[in-house]
């Protein structure tokens, strides 16, 4: 019991991670991406009644990860057998902020449901009766532009206020762990399993990597905290 208790409080005292310094270029190359596209973000944001700093902050891990491993993505033979045969054949991440087709379809499925959500996101919708193969195809073609990524990622998190709005921590730092906990592990748990999700570390590399990891979570607060309001002032 002491051992445990000892190991507690020097877990405690631990000062936090500069991840900044620990993912050295990619985390430079990150800010730099934000920097570059802030129009973007802030032209997004503004269109849908988003804090731009928010949609900054539960993306800007996957930037760091995208620098890390751009050199490995090659999805041209995914995306024609996601095409033709759909989702549950092939599903795989795309573009910039690492999004997956069923990520997408599971964003328009539910704005599509909402009618309070309808009207900031008319353009993700698709009309029924066109072809489920050219829906896949354009959805693909979608998730190959940064700019639409935004609005998927826009739409989630109107998502996730309107779905967790009982559950959304006062405290802006852990109401940002949260939603981006919501983006990385998906909307379709509750708030108890997300608020589970929140300090696991496994990231960059995922559940399955043995070796030392960070939370999505914390990455994303530390940047909403230290970057976000000097990156997304207009």
């Known amino acids: 019991m002491l051992k445990l208790f000892l190991l507690g409080t020097l877990l405690i005292c631990l000062p936090p991670v500069d991840f ?6 990619d985390y430079r190359d990150a800010l730099s991406y934000v920097e570059a596209h802030k129009d973007d973000y802030l032209d997004v944001a503004a269109q849908v009644e988003l804090d731009p700093r928010e949609l900054s902050a539960i993306l800007f891990p996957e930037l760091i990860r995208y620098s890390l ?7 041209k033979a995914l995306e024609l057998f996601y095409i033709e045969k759909g989702a549950s054949a092939a599903d795989f991440s795309i ?3 690492q999004m997956k087709p069923s990520f997408a379809e599971q964003v328009e499925a539910y704005v599509g449901g909402d009618e309070g959500l309808k009207p900031y996101f008319q353009e993700l919708l698709f009309f029924e009766k066109e072809d489920p193969r050219y829906r896949r195809k354009k959805r693909v073609e979608r998730l190959q532009d940064e700019r639409w990524q935004l609005v998927y990622a826009a739409a989630l998190l ?6 967790y709005r009982e559950s959304l921590p006062s405290d802006r730092a852990d109401r940002i762990r949260f939603l981006a906990t919501v ?3 998906g909307f379709q748990d509750s ?8 300090p696991k570390q496994c990231f960059p590399y995922g559940v399955r990597y043995q070796g030392p990891q960070h939370a999505y979570s914390e990455v994303s607060a530390d940047f909403f905290e230290k970057y976000s309001e000097k990156l997304m002032t207009p």
Do not use: L, M, P, V
């Open 191 to 198: 708030a108890a399993d997300i608020t589970q999700w929140i």
């Open 69 to 75: 491993f751009r050199d490995f993505f090659e999805t």
């Open 20 to 25: 900044a310094q620990f993912y050295g270029s």
């Open 183 to 185: 983006y990385n592990h």
């Open 95 to 97: 573009g910039r902020f």
């Open 158 to 163: 109107k998502i996730a206020h309107k779905k």
